[in-house]
């Protein structure tokens, strides 16, 4: 158990949609990162959080948003859904905001769009 | 776009026998790391090297770093049915930006 906890586990929706994945990171990590690991594409940045701001943007589609709360919990907002969005979306969090420190992953949310 | 291509892609042994797994990378690194993926589960963090080391061990596991041939092995030694997962290498790239950069893993098989 790596201590950052995401949910859902598992998410079925339609095309067109609107999802809303959450992420905790473990207990005095400030950094989040998503990514999406999909068959086609392999596991891909999507962004990172730092107490609260942005610091970098990977392949992040337009329709695909995220944020962090002032609690550090950061939330992955997927819209206008399309078959393609059907991945394993994880979050993995860090102490630090650079690189060097070793990232923590979650369990995964598995998104399956119909 | 995937900065690692691991080698091989898929690696079948049988219990006891060690596995090498190789990566290589394209653009300058702070550090590398290896991850291990069981079936459509999380990501565990199994070791971090940084650039300036050449080896690291941990347990039954090996990393090497060749920065001049931006190449990385992760070897495990005397393999278990348990080691059975995908292994990726993942590099941070240049810009201190925290982003992994995954390669496509290697599928390791190993048979009691």
């Known amino acids: 158990d790596s201590g950052v906890t995401q949910t859902p586990k598992h998410l079925i929706t339609a095309t067109g949609q609107r999802v809303t994945l959450r992420c905790s990171p473990r207990?005095?990590?400030?950094?989040v990162y998503w990514y999406q690991q999909s068959l086609d594409q392999g596991l891909q940045f999507l962004i990172h959080y730092y107490n609260g701001e942005e610091r970098a943007k990977g392949n992040i589609l337009e329709r695909f948003s995220a944020q962090q709360f002032p609690d550090l919990h950061s939330e992955l907002n997927l819209s206008s859904l399309e078959l393609g969005d059907s991945a394993l979306y994880f979050c993995a969090s860090s102490v630090r905001a650079g690189g060097g420190d070793t990232q923590y992953f979650g369990p995964g949310t598995r998104l399956t769009v119909l | 776009s995937q900065q690692g291509e691991e080698d091989p892609q898929a690696l079948s042994i049988q219990e006891g026998e060690n596995a090498t797994m190789n990566c290589s990378y394209k653009?300058?690194?702070?550090?590398l790391q290896w991850y291990r993926q069981n079936s459509g589960r999380g990501l565990v963090h199994l070791i971090l090297i940084r650039s300036n080391e050449r080896e690291k061990h941990s347990g039954r596991l090996r990393v090497t770093l060749d920065t001049s041939k931006k190449s990385s092995s992760l070897l495990i030694t005397a393999s278990r049915a348990a080691d059975t997962a995908s292994y990726f290498c993942?590099?941070?790239?240049?810009?201190?930006?925290?982003?992994?950069?995954f390669g496509q893993g290697t599928t390791l098989q190993v048979k009691p």
């Open positions: 993942a590099t941070d790239g240049s810009g201190n930006t925290g982003k992994l950069i």
């Open positions: 207990s005095g990590d400030l950094s």
């Open positions: 653009t300058s690194i702070n550090n």
